[in-house]
């Protein structure tokens, strides 16, 4: 029933692009806000961006300019466009959800308070 399946990840280059997607089923995407984290070995799972139900994008400081969430809730996909991308980005990258009237979890980058995970892709930037 509830599930969220990301896609997308790989190995590139610094300075290299990557789109990553996140299909949700089993719920109404608009009535969710969806979250990007990221976890990279060794340290602790960090909120990447967030997207609010209204499509109001947030993202935390260091990818502020280089990456770029979006939605289409009628493919029931959010996607994460990644530009720019830089050796710290290498991570594994989850999606979650959480109900739109506990969007402050999501944009607060809360990861105990996200209902929904996906299982997460790997993005590894080397050259």
């Known amino acids: 029933q509830l599930q969220l399946v990301e896609s997308g990840g790989g190995l590139v280059q610094p300075g290299g692009s990557l789109r990553l997607s996140c299909v949700v089923s089993?719920?109404?995407?608009?009535?969710?806000?969806i979250g990007w984290f990221r976890q990279a070995p060794g340290k602790e799972r960090e909120g990447v961006s967030c997207?609010?139900?209204?499509?109001?994008?947030m993202y935390r400081d260091s990818v502020k300019g280089r990456f770029t969430i979006s939605r289409d809730n009628a493919k029931n996909t959010v996607y994460l466009q990644m530009d720019s991308l830089k050796p710290e980005d290498t991570a594994v990258y989850y999606c979650?959800?959480?109900?739109?009237?506990?969007?402050?979890?999501?944009?607060?980058?809360?990861?105990?308070?996200?209902?929904?995970w996906g299982e997460g892709t790997p993005v590894t930037v080397s050259s």
């Open positions: 089993g719920f109404d995407l608009n009535y969710y806000s």
């Open positions: 979650a959800a959480v109900a739109a009237s506990r969007t402050y979890y999501c944009g607060e980058y809360k990861v105990d308070g996200m209902e929904y």
């Open positions: 997207i609010t139900n209204g499509g109001s994008p």
